[in-house]
């Protein structure tokens, strides 16, 4: 029988699933909304629905390459411990691969693409992981970047994968030296690339923000325009990657040690899991209090 949006909204409305992991089912039952059901049970995709309101904010980065383009991206999940999961790393590893592969321009493309070429989404893939880890997981985000053979990508997970970066550099194929302006990024976290990157409304709400300081400090308002000036150079040095200084040798600049390597930054791109997102606070007495309560 002919599928319609009425009957794959009251399915999804009773098992939170997917749209087009509801579809598939009604089409697989004919249309049967019981039996749909019990087969999205069957799928693991019902269980996981049940999970989608629990706090997911542990998880991990993962960096894909294959030659000209590389992916990064972030899965979260519930707690640090399914992130030594093999079944999590198996996720991250196969989530990669399929978005270097289909490049979608969205998580919500990504998730409704084809994972194996049988008409299983990605969505369902990650469905199938959750029902047997028994824990919240989602593609939070993701990022593709491609080069050309005379450029270098370089990556670097700290932590096992707490915070991922991935950068793109113009001009040399030493991957160490993508690499090592990597490893800067994670450690310094830059904001911008450069000085010219920086918007001028922020340049001008920091350059006001310091001529006050400076006022309220009592220094003569003849020298304040030079102090403020002064001063917007270690506010370029704390947001922008060329202007650091290089951690692994601070005596120079990121932009001194790229240049030596007849190179130039083109972009980069810094995850930190969980970064911006609400995290779960257990209160164990206060979860003890509820339990007597509800006895």
């Given amino acids: ?26 089409t697989e039952t004919d249309g049967n909304i019981e039996q749909a059901i019990d087969y999205l049970r069957e799928k693991g995709v019902a ?18 390459v294959d030659n000209n383009v590389a992916a990064l991206l972030e899965v979260n999940c519930e707690t640090d411990f399914v992130t030594k999961n093999d079944q999590f790393k198996t996720l991250l590893t196969k989530l990669g691969n399929h978005i270097i592969t289909n490049k979608p321009s969205s998580v919500e493309e990504a998730l409704q693409q084809d994972m194996d070429g049988e008409g299983n ?8 992981v959750v029902a047997k880890i028994g824990e919240k997981i989602s593609l939070r985000r993701f990022v593709i970047l491609t080069k050309t053979d005379n450029d270098s990508f370089g990556s670097y997970l700290h932590m096992g994968g707490r915070i991922g ?21 994670a450690a310094a976290n830059p904001l911008h690339i450069s000085r010219d990157a920086v918007s001028e409304d922020e340049v001008s ?7 006050t300081q400076a006022l309220n400090e009592g220094k003569p308002e003849k020298i304040v325009e030079k102090m403020v000036e002064g001063r917007l ?23 001194k040690y790229v240049s030596d390597k007849g190179a130039t930054v083109k972009s ?23 339990q007597i309560n509800n006895q």
Wanted: net charge negative.
């Fill in 1 to 26: 029988m002919a599928i319609t949006a009425q009957m794959v909204k009251e399915l999804r409305e009773k098992t939170g699933a997917g749209m087009m992991d509801c579809k598939k089912a009604l």
């Fill in 47 to 64: 269980k996981a629905a049940k999970k989608s309101d629990r706090i997911a904010a542990e998880g991990l980065t993962h960096v894909e």
């Fill in 121 to 128: 989404s990605v969505e369902t893939y990650i469905n199938s």
């Fill in 165 to 185: 970066v991935l950068t793109l550099l113009e001009g040399t194929t030493d991957e160490q030296v993508a690499k090592d302006v990597a490893m800067h990024v």
């Fill in 205 to 211: 709400r920091e350059r006001e923000v310091l001529k």
């Fill in 233 to 255: 150079g270690k506010f370029f040095e704390d947001i922008c990657l060329l202007e650091q200084n290089f951690v692994k040798d601070p005596d120079q600049k990121v932009k």
């Fill in 268 to 290: 980069f791109v810094r995850y930190e899991v969980g970064e911006g997102m609400e995290k779960r606070e257990d209160n164990f007495a206060e979860e003890v209090r509820n």
